[in-house]
């Protein structure tokens, strides 16, 4: 059972930058594929980002593609999520998530599909 532990959120303007880190606990975070999501109030849970167990394959949606990276470390155990050029509508509660026994280049978009999942990290953009 993996547990996961986001922080890095917080309150930025329009235009600002934040990076959220999820650190997992465990010796197996190298065969996990993971993700993040997030949820805004009233909304429904929304991928945002994806990355293999190597770290070589990335998926995004499209609201954020260009503006955010995530990269991990497997020698510690972190995934990270760098948000640049923030805007108000990326205002949400941030989850990382975590799918075990993933193969070399698989990545997974939905929540369904992940095992384990972080408390979330608010973040909220002002405009």
């Known amino acids: 059972q993996a547990q996961l532990v986001e922080s890095g959120g917080g309150l930025v303007q329009a235009g600002g930058y934040l990076r959220l880190s999820c650190a997992a606990s465990?010796?197996?975070?190298?065969?996990?594929?993971m993700g993040w999501f997030r949820q805004a109030p009233g909304q429904e849970r929304e991928f945002v980002a994806a990355i293999s167990r190597s770290g070589g394959i990335t998926h995004y949606v499209d609201s954020v593609r260009g503006r955010f990276t995530i990269s991990r470390d497997n020698v510690k155990n972190t995934v990270y999520l760098q948000m640049n050029s923030l805007k108000p509508e990326d205002t949400a509660v941030y989850y990382c998530?975590?799918?075990?026994?993933?193969?070399?280049?698989?990545?997974?978009?939905?929540?369904?599909?992940?095992?384990?999942w972080g408390q979330g990290t608010q973040v909220t953009v002002s405009g």
């Open positions: 465990g010796r197996t975070f190298s065969t996990y594929a």
């Open positions: 998530a975590a799918k075990g026994a993933a193969t070399g280049w698989q990545l997974y978009t939905a929540g369904s599909e992940y095992d384990y």
